[in-house]
């Protein structure tokens, strides 16, 4: 067997240090272009709830707002996944983890787009977190 491949063991060159190290990296933040959208994420800050509702009116109100979505908003098919297609694009009846994506914030500035988020009320039914992976089947 060849060992041109090999990489263990031996040291691979950055290709990307020097503009890094010098600050002279660009980034998809540093991005600003003609028309752009801020979107800002609102998550369930609970492991296990039901969503009983979820009321955006003043952030849809706000100055600055393009579009709020929620899952009602979402036409079609609201699940997507790499291979099983088993995960909410937002969730709309429960959410599984911190960090379930709840409802999306789109805005002409990053600033209004993270108040506009803090306008957005959802009410859950905390349930009790599953805790054991054999209960979770």
């Known amino acids: 067997m060849s060992n041109d491949h090999k990489v263990i063991g031996k040291s ?17 933040d540093d991005l600003s272009l003609p028309g752009m959208l801020y979107v800002k994420v609102v998550r369930s800050p609970h492991p296990n709830a039901r969503i009983r509702s ?61 108040e506009a988020l803090e306008l957005i009320k959802v009410d859950y039914e905390i349930l009790a977190p599953v805790l054991d992976p054999f209960k979770a089947m």
Do not use: F, H
């Not at 691979?12 to 998809?28: H, N, T, W």
């Open 54 to 114: 979820i009321d955006t009116s003043r952030a849809r109100n706000y100055p600055g707002v393009i579009s709020v979505l929620t899952a009602q908003d979402i036409p079609g098919e609201k699940l997507m996944g790499p291979i099983i297609k088993d995960q909410p694009v937002l969730c709309g009846e429960a959410v599984g983890y911190v960090g379930d994506a709840v409802a999306l914030v789109g805005a002409e500035t990053e600033q209004a787009a993270e």
């Open 12 to 28: 691979i060159p950055r290709l990307d240090a020097r503009s890094k190290v010098l600050g002279e990296a660009r980034y998809a």
